[in-house]
């Protein structure tokens, strides 16, 4: 409901509202209640009241009533020129407003895991580009905590994301899952376990491990934790990479091994090789997400593009 600052002196808290001036206006330029109440769609009575009502609130007489015409007075003649240009503001303001609210982005922000979206994010983007051609991707490499603090401030529309595996923040945002992948154990081509196609828990638990640095991916950890949940001799860390490139490397070079997913080979090819783990933990999820709510047209083109990349995996 839109309120008019007109104030007498003295008043500190003025209750004009924009419907008040609509129906003087129109009452002024019919010159005829009735006439202005057809117009308006109100009853002549509910009409006459809300001109006295804004006469009362500003303190002084708008119109001269007779028995079949209503004419301005002195003062509503130089009050109609203004309640039409707070009008007129008001409509160009509302109209302005609309078109921001509908107008199409030329451009949305989506956040990524890299290693377990590796397969369907190219995907996506071609399938996006050729359904919104005039809409620009611009996709971040980020943790998922930067991922959660993008979309909740607005920097990101989407993310594509490995929910936590513990207490989930997700009660704000909207979260489908797109698919699941198998946990698996990562080795150097020359290490011993290279020539076996499963590996017990307990010998995993035993070589050292490769891993994301806790302080930028501590759920990495959560993972690692409920992996080894079972085991007594639990996993020993011996490097932190902030990215699956650098720990790839590291266990390429021997330094260790280091717990992956199967989305390793496409990104990685035989540069390491990626083997069962007895039994098998349960497989890790990977999902798209955004604030709860209404999606513009073009994210929520994206997030079907991603489920139908998915589906095809």
Not at 81 to 89: I, M, T, V
Not at 198 to 225: H, M
């Amino acid at each position: 409901m839109f309120l008019v600052s007109i104030c007498r002196p003295g008043i500190l808290e003025p209750a004009v509202e924009l419907r008040h001036l609509r129906y003087f206006v129109a009452v002024a330029e019919m010159e005829n209640v009735s006439r202005a109440a057809l117009k308006l769609h109100v009853s002549q009575p509910a009409l006459s009241r809300q001109i006295r009502d804004l006469e009362g609130e500003i303190g002084f007489s708008l119109l001269e009533r007779t028995a079949k015409s209503v004419r301005l007075t002195d003062a509503g003649r130089a009050f109609l020129d203004n309640a039409r240009a707070l009008l007129q503001n008001a409509d160009e303001a509302v109209t302005k407003a609309r078109a921001i609210a509908s107008a199409e982005p030329t451009e949305i922000h989506v956040g990524y895991s890299p290693m377990p979206t590796a397969e369907i994010l190219p995907k996506t983007l071609r399938a996006f580009q050729q359904a919104m051609p005039n809409v620009h991707v611009r996709s971040h490499d980020w943790t998922n905590k930067d991922i959660f603090n993008g979309i909740r401030t607005g920097r990101l529309q989407l993310g594509l994301i490995v929910p936590p595996p513990r207490a989930s923040p997700l009660h704000d945002l909207r979260y489908e899952e797109l698919f699941q992948e198998r946990v698996g154990v990562a080795v150097a081509p020359q290490h011993p376990f290279a020539r076996r196609r499963a590996i017990p828990i307990t010998e995993v638990a035993a070589e050292p491990l490769i891993g994301l640095t806790r302080e930028d991916y501590p759920n990495y950890y959560d993972f690692l934790s409920i992996i080894f949940s079972k085991v007594k001799q639990k996993p020993r860390v011996v490097e932190e990479h902030d990215s699956f490139s650098g720990i790839i490397s590291a266990v390429e070079a021997g330094t260790g091994v280091t717990i992956s997913i199967d989305v390793l080979g496409h990104s990685f090819g035989n540069r390491v090789k990626l083997l069962h783990i007895t039994p098998e933990p349960s497989p890790i999820s990977v999902g798209i997400v955004a604030l709860k709510g209404r999606l513009s047209p073009a994210a929520e083109k994206f997030w079907q593009c991603a489920k139908e990349a998915a589906s095809k995996k």
